[in-house]
């Protein structure tokens, strides 16, 4: 029987393995350490016990630690920083965007950025507009910053020790409903290169592109409609920026025809980026437009029936397939 994890227990057990191979690699975030509970959602449970003062909690200051890892990386460490929501990263865009993002540029690639910032979002658990927007699209626009986003453990683990290993800053972005959710166990030791996405469903009539939480909606779409003669490809991007044109374009090229599914809020998100280049680079061969699945173009509601009325669907995406075959 194959071992099972959940996304989670990958993400502590990446960090931890990067810890132990390298001593480097520090943590530190607001509640990071056990003796403030290991994190909000004990992503980083025992580290603090196993590490010591490598794992530190931090006040609540994404401005001062999220510096404070820019200092550290330039200094010759591998933070990694736990910003706890994805929408507090605006509190400390001036860090990541005006430093972390253009060191490399401004000192003609003598000093490297080599920092993780790791924050969660994701929209279902009634937690309001100021904890689930999903920031993918601020970062992949910001030149030198790589952006990654996981969809199973087994990749979450991998990418999470790419991104430490990594001489640039990325953003490494988790999805909350993701989080229990089992899946195959990752090989310890696997590192997963940036800029590689994975295709994790042949097919011959349509591509279906996504990351995170479109994955599984996607797979479950691509698996219903198979019973009724349709064959989708299914690739899952994982990493954002840099964006993986080849298998991209390649997949398109072989089915003609393409549907960008993401939780993120549908204008100028990720999805309009690969559109735009979908028919620039094959525009002659399509038989359909390029079609979005995204979420409406609102704050994420509080009220439980109208967030599952601003999330996107399955059926959505169905319906996108059915109109890139008519």
Known sequence: ??????MLEAINLGI????AADESVILFGEDVADE???GVVKATAGLSTAFGERVRSTPISEQGFVGAGVGAAIGGMRPVVEVMMANFLAVCMDQIVNHAAKIRFMSGGQTAVPMTIRT??????????????WTEAWFAHTPGMKVVMPSNP???????????????????QESMPLYWVPGEAPVQGNVIRLGEANIVKEGTDVTLITYGRGVADSMAVAQKMAADGVNAEVIDLRTISPLDNDTILNSVA?????VVVHEAVRSFGVG?????R?????????????????????????CKPLEDAFLYSQAEIEHAIKATLD
């Not at 029987?1 to 959940?6: G, L, P, V, Y």
């Not at 931890?16 to 810890?19: G, H, L, P, Y």
């Not at 929209?123 to 309001?128: D, H, K, L, P, S």
């Open 1 to 6: 029987m194959t071992a099972k994890m959940t």
């Open 278 to 302: 979908i028919h620039e680079q094959l525009f002659s061969d399509l038989k359909a437009p390029v079609q979005r699945v995204a979420s409406s173009d609102c704050p994420t509601p509080f």
């Open 154 to 172: 087994a990749d979450a683990y991998g990418l999470i020790r790419g991104c430490i290993e990594d001489d640039d800053p990325c953003l490494f």
């Open 16 to 19: 931890k393995d990067a810890m």
């Open 120 to 133: 969660m979002s994701g929209a279902g658990f009634q937690t309001g507009g100021q904890h689930t927007d």
């Open 254 to 258: 072989k089915t003609r025809r393409a």
């Open 36 to 38: 403030q509970g290991g």
């Open 272 to 276: 309009a980026e690969i559109s735009s």
